[in-house]
């Protein structure tokens, strides 16, 4: 479905590099048998740094179904939705927005997408060119950050901002974007009084710590029928320490809601 995700996975300099990927494209690239994804280059970043600039054509990936619950359901959500995006977050938006211009999805979509910049805006183009043929049942519009244009809505994603463009009656609200950002617009949503059904984001992406990274610990694990003991960082998921030590673990989300990685603890505390 629209909205949906997948979990892409090689190997590179002996560890498993394992990222999750909002899928940008329509459901009907997928019965083509294609997925796409937009993948954002990160300071420091492992797999999407390969991916930008050491992936070729013929290099392979293993992924995962798709996934997420940050997709439009008839008996769940309303017909009309407020998507509010986040920078890269704006990939399964516009997957929804391709799938109700294909006739695959039915419902309305009105994006609030916050970047800092106008040269900064992902898929600007394609997205005007998908609202201009949907029969105005998809609407886009740019809130910028960090800087002031005539036809952008300047600041954050506010309350306000969404009562501006909400749609008349009942509607849903989906996210997608930082953790930042979903610890503001909890606080922001809460003062339009929506039924908390009526509110989804999208959790997928890793947990980062706040501990130091000096402090290590030993894990002894039991996966696929075999023990093994690595080396694991204070700072660090389970998940990084034991695709660090090249192991493949069970993930899907990465963030703990799929339940894919679901472990249990023999001894020891957590």
């Known amino acids: 479905k629209a909205g949906s995700y997948i979990n892409v996975r090689t190997t590179l300099a002996g560890s498993v590099a394992r990222r999750t990927y909002s899928l ?50 008839g008996i769940r959500d309303c017909k009309k939705v407020v998507a509010l995006a986040g920078g ?40 005007d060119a998908v609202a201009a043929c949907s029969g105005g049942r998809v609407k886009v519009v740019h809130v910028l950050s960090d800087e002031e244009r005539e036809g952008y809505e300047h600041g954050f994603l506010t309350a306000e901002l969404v009562k501006k463009y909400a749609p008349e009656g009942d509607y849903s609200v989906f996210m997608c974007g930082p953790q930042a950002m979903y610890d503001y617009e909890e606080q922001e949503l809460q003062k339009l009084s929506l039924p908390r059904r009526r509110i989804r984001r999208e959790l997928s992406g890793d947990c980062i710590m706040s501990e130091p990274a000096k402090v290590k610990y030993k894990l002894t694990l039991d996966i ?45 505390e957590v």
């Open 88 to 127: 890269s977050g704006i990939t399964p938006f516009f997957s929804m927005a391709e799938a109700i211009a294909d006739g695959i999805e039915d419902f309305e979509l009105t994006i609030l997408y916050g970047s800092r910049t106008a040269e900064g805006i992902l898929l600007r183009e394609e997205l």
């Open 224 to 268: 696929h029928g075999y023990r093994r003991t690595i080396d694991c960082l204070a700072n660090e998921s389970l998940e990084w320490a034991i695709e660090r030590a090249g192991i493949k673990a069970p993930t899907h989300c990465r963030s703990g809601e799929c339940g894919w990685c679901h472990a249990r603890l023999v001894s020891g």
């Open 24 to 73: 940008s494209s329509s459901p009907k690239e997928a019965l083509e048998g294609k997925y796409r994804i937009t993948v954002k280059l990160k300071e420091g970043g492992f797999l999407s740094a390969w991916l930008h600039n050491e992936a070729k054509v013929g290099d392979k990936l293993t992924a995962t179904e798709p996934g997420g619950h940050v997709t439009h359901s």
